[in-house]
């Protein structure tokens, strides 16, 4: 299990399954107040290291002593039926949203995972993330190895990380307008990202840290984990302002 720097704000900390080898990257403290919930597997993970205040889920894949512990701790446990609708994370974001929220006040969610398993699931995380029903809480997540920024409209989102490191900004359910980077080596200002680009995907960290920001749409912006190669400079202008052409206006 891989520490990090501590959570600087009491959070709402959701700890989801994948594969059970992979290592997972914590919090080294989480503040007073925060609030753990675990979704089904995910919940292996953090017996013994974190107390969790709730699990969610069919509980169909984690073990039963976990789930023993757990109770014993006080958890609070909320089991559905295997024959659901949606995903054990979507399940847990509901509680989030539906729940917590309200209950803590809280708005900032911080999704582990240690990645791996199905890809329609890890697919199908990433969008319910960034869906409209949780534009009113700050999203990251840490899945394995890459760090998820969830970059709704508004005063935008500081990126941590090294310098070289590679960042991809992916609009996530439809086009991103006036789309605004700082201390990434090909900036973008106020610019158009359509539905399914990748014209944002390997950019890179000048330094420490980078900002971004959109005035409509929500962005994924996903630090993989990798550092750059070297490259030579490109040979044709770079526009940090790319616009749909004429007549494709969402």
Known sequence: MTDTPTVSQPTILLAVGGDPAAPLRLPAALPRGSVVVAA????????GVVRVDHVVGDLDSVSDA?????????SEVH???ADKDATDIELALDLVVQHLVPATGLRHLLVVGPGGGRFDHLLADLLVLAAPWLDAIEVTAWIGAATITIVRPGAGRTIEGRRGEQVSLLPVHGAAEGVT???L??????AHLAAGTT???????LGSAATVATSSGVVAVV???TSAADIAPRSTPYDPTPRPPEGNLP
């Open 185 to 190: 080596r090909w900036p973008l200002l106020d």
């Open 40 to 47: 089904d597997s995910g919940l292996d993970r953090l017996t």
């Open 66 to 74: 976990a789930l023993r512990h757990a109770r014993a701790s006080g």
């Open 199 to 205: 014209r944002a995907v390997s950019n890179e960290m």
């Open 79 to 81: 089991r559905h039926p």
């Open 223 to 225: 630090q993989p984990g």
């Open 181 to 183: 980077t700082t201390a």
